[in-house]
């Protein structure tokens, strides 16, 4: 992975007066950034030894610098347009949801296509999707697209369905029920082919500036042709490349391995799907939905998932997959192990594939992930927004099962490598928010620290790239961090005692803002990628 092919002019600079969080010294104050990397760490006083010999110095003030978070499961195009365009997710009910729907139809006259996202109905007083004949009405007939927060469904009107010949023959048609599965996919691809380039364009702008704006140097963005189009996906790795801002890497969800590669991809992974997802019943369990009489779909089975993994790993590219429920874990852990016994451990665990979500663990399968080096690319947003007793994963599931789902400890304790990511749009673009659900999981026993969720969302993201050199402000790493306005910085973890502890300085553990739910979450004031500011917050 290249780290920019923008003709830069990289200058030596000097941040100094704030706090470093840096391994290489807990109590560092001061950093030198030279030719795109960390030259140099270490304390107030050594500082002044460099001021003479730079191109800038930067006065931090006090401010807090970390790395640059990764967010390693991102849908970019989809992210910018409801960021630009129909949001749902604050539509408290159906009701609010028709008044947004016809308010952005009635701004928006000359669009081909509507696309909007976010809605709920678990969360709304009708408990129902609005009706196709509603949107039509809504919309004055055309074209909509409206997925579900999860993306797994969606409800459209007519005209677009008219677009897609055949579809109403397709798996997951159910007239009058949103669309899943097959007919989904159809669907979504017709909404997206109808954007123009220029539409396309600035909702990739639009998303990778927000991205920077929240200290996010680095998105993995999951492309594949049931998710978006080639075209998007091209265009999005040329944009990040000849334009400022978060770096992007590529994974292209496809069993073509070599149609992968040639679009740029770094893997065949990403949304490949094993199954769908709880909020639309299209998890693939081994029983059945407590609040449904069936075990959701299966896209793949073991053998399928063990030819990817063995072709995948003969080409030298990452293998990955979406797996949430606990029977396509299962189909995914099986065939890896039996591509495992194929090519031999050793390069099963050195190719780092990645399993997305993985959300309904057994200790068998947490043991496996172990055993076979998958990275659990996982999103913790997914536990504030859904979890707890009254939450959809306990409607869904019963509360005894959902008490399992997300279970980050156990991962850690077993040495599964962790990145942390939101599925944006699916949950927002929030990373300090992610590190604080991970750390205030809303099941106690699967709560991990501050620090290891800080960890997994700075440094796990690129060790599931395969970079072991960054994430970190260490000499030699690439200079991707973010300046933030923090208050006092603690260590906490998921035992009181030992955060109360951990603020004695001679712990020597370097702290991170304080995460406790209902205070303020900090402000990035810059983000710099590979040494160049891709935000500066005005008036900072």
Known sequence: MSETSIETEHRTVLLRGGDVHSPADPFATAMVVERGHVAWVGSEGAADAFASGVDEVVDLEGALVTPAFVDAHVHTTATGLAL??????????????????????????ADRILIGHGWDAARWPERRAPRREELDELT?????????????????????????????????????????????????????????????????????????????????????????????????????????????????????????????????????????????????LHEAYADGAHRGVAHLDAAAVAAHVVAATEAGLQAGFHAIGDAAVGAVVDGVRAAAEKLGLARIRAARHRVEHAEMLTPETIAAFAELG?????????????GG?????????????????????????????????????????????????AAFHRTPEHRISVRA?????????????????????????????????????????????????????????????????????????????FGQSVFVRPNA
């Open 84 to 109: 630009t365009g129909l949001d749902l997710s604050s539509a408290g009910s159906l009701a609010e949801a028709a008044d947004l729907i016809r308010a952005y139809a009635a701004a928006r006259p």
């Open 140 to 284: 004055g007939g055309r074209p909509l697209y409206l997925t579900r927060i999860d993306v797994h469904s969606a409800v459209v009107t007519t005209a677009l369905l008219d677009l897609v010949p055949g579809v109403r023959d397709r798996t997951g048609f159910r007239d009058g029920e949103p669309l899943t599965g097959d007919a989904h996919h159809a669907v979504r691809a017709a909404a997206y082919a109808a954007l123009s380039p220029a539409q396309r364009t600035e909702a990739q702008r639009a998303a990778r500036a927000h991205a920077a704006s929240l200290g996010i140097g680095t998105l993995h963005e999951c492309g594949g042709p049931e998710i978006s189009s080639e075209d998007d996906f091209t265009g999005l790795l040329d944009l990040a490349r000849s334009e400022p801002g978060p770096r992007v890497v590529g994974y292209w969800a496809d069993l073509d391995v070599a149609r992968a590669r040639a679009l740029g991809a770094v893997g065949a992974a990403g949304d490949l799907f094993a199954d769908g997802s709880l909020g639309s019943h299209t998890a693939c």
């Open 374 to 386: 998958l990275t659990a690319s996982v999103q913790p947003a997914f536990d504030a927004a859904w």
């Open 389 to 437: 007793e009254g939450g959809m994963y306990a409607e869904r599931l019963g509360a005894e099962r959902a008490r399992t789902l997300n279970p980050y400890a156990a991962l850690l304790r077993a040495g599964v490598p962790l990145a942390f990511g939101s599925d944006s749009p699916v949950t927002p673009l929030d990373p300090w928010g992610t590190v604080r659900a």
């Open 453 to 529: 969720a800080f960890t997994a969302h700075t440094r796990g993201g690129w060790r599931a790239v395969g970079r072991d050199d960054a994430g970190t402000l260490v000499p030699g790493a690439p200079a991707d961090y973010a300046i933030w306005r923090a208050d006092e910085l603690v260590v906490q973890a998921p035992d009181d005692r030992v955060a109360r502890w951990s603020t004695d300085p001679r712990s020597g553990t370097p702290g991170l803002p304080d995460l406790t739910p209902g205070g303020e979450l900090p402000v990035c004031l810059r983000t710099v990628v």
